[in-house]
T-cell receptor
Framework: GAGVSQSPSNKVTEKGKDVELRCDPI?????LYWYRQSLGQGLEFLIY????????KSGLPSDRFSAERTGGSVSTLTIQRTQQEDSAVYLC??????????????FGEGSWLTVV | DAKTTQPNSMESNEEEPVHLPCNHS???????IHWYRQLPSQGPEYVIH???SNVNNRMASLAIAEDRKSSTLILHRATLRDAAVYYC??????????????FGKGTLLTVNP
């Protein structure tokens, strides 16, 4: 597709359940980011993938959160035993290369997660 | 991470120019200045970026002060669709976390019809 694609666009889950959020980056983009945005708050970095390098997981808030990227393309963010404070928009982004500061990062529309 | 300071909110009228300021007094020589915006219920959208020289694209212009300690995003004719939160972000070289975008609170731009 032309842009970063995320699914599901909306997810309501019960507290304690596991959820998986999917991100399909722009074709050819080797760098992939996950961010989280709680209601009325700024964007919070979660994790970064670049090619075959070890991901930067420094932003993951707890060990209930994990992410993987298969084949250098699609990524899945998994939240285990969801809590109400996990309710947020989860945004995926991608860029052409890794750490170059001039590279543009393109964001998806986000997956809106509500934990009830 | 080098930090930026932006006004919390600004207001403009439709069809008029808008100048959104950003202060970044601790910017390093290799930091790029990026601007993103986030429309309601959407993911952030790239607007423009620059290093030293002023930059223009189809969306906006970026004016960078000679000492690079401040910059201004210029929307030449605001439309209702430009109502959004505008983020000024520094992104640099080097190790650590410089490669990722660190979002502050940004400036909420309201455009009046």
């Amino acid at each position: 597709g032309a842009g970063v694609s995320q699914s599901p666009s909306n997810k309501v889950t019960e507290k304690g359940k596991d959820v998986e959020l999917r991100c399909d980056p722009i074709s050819g983009h080797t760098a992939l980011y996950w961010y989280r945005q709680s209601l009325g708050q700024g964007l919070e970095f979660l994790i970064y993938f670049q090619g075959n390098s070890a991901p930067d997981k420094s932003g993951l808030p707890s060990d209930r959160f994990s992410a993987e990227r298969t084949g250098g393309s699609v990524s899945t963010l998994t939240i285990q035993r969801t809590q109400q404070e996990d309710s947020a928009v989860y945004l995926c982004a991608s860029s052409l290369a890794g750490r170059g500061p001039g590279n543009t990062i393109y964001f998806g529309e986000g997956s809106w997660l509500t934990v009830v | 991470d080098a930090k930026t300071t932006q006004p919390n909110s600004m207001e403009s009228n439709e069809e008029e120019p808008v100048h959104l300021p950003c202060n970044h007094s601790t910017i390093s020589g290799t930091d790029y200045i990026h601007w993103y915006r986030q429309l309601p219920s959407q993911g952030p959208e790239y607007v423009i970026h620059g290093l030293t020289s002023n930059v223009n694209n189809r969306m906006a212009s970026l004016a960078i002060a000679e000492d690079r300690k401040s910059s201004t995003l210029i929307l030449h004719r605001a439309t209702l669709r430009d109502a959004a939160v505008y983020y000024c972000i520094l992104r640099g070289l080097g190790g650590g976390s410089n490669y990722k975008l660190t979002f502050g609170k940004g400036t909420l731009l309201t455009v009046n019809p």
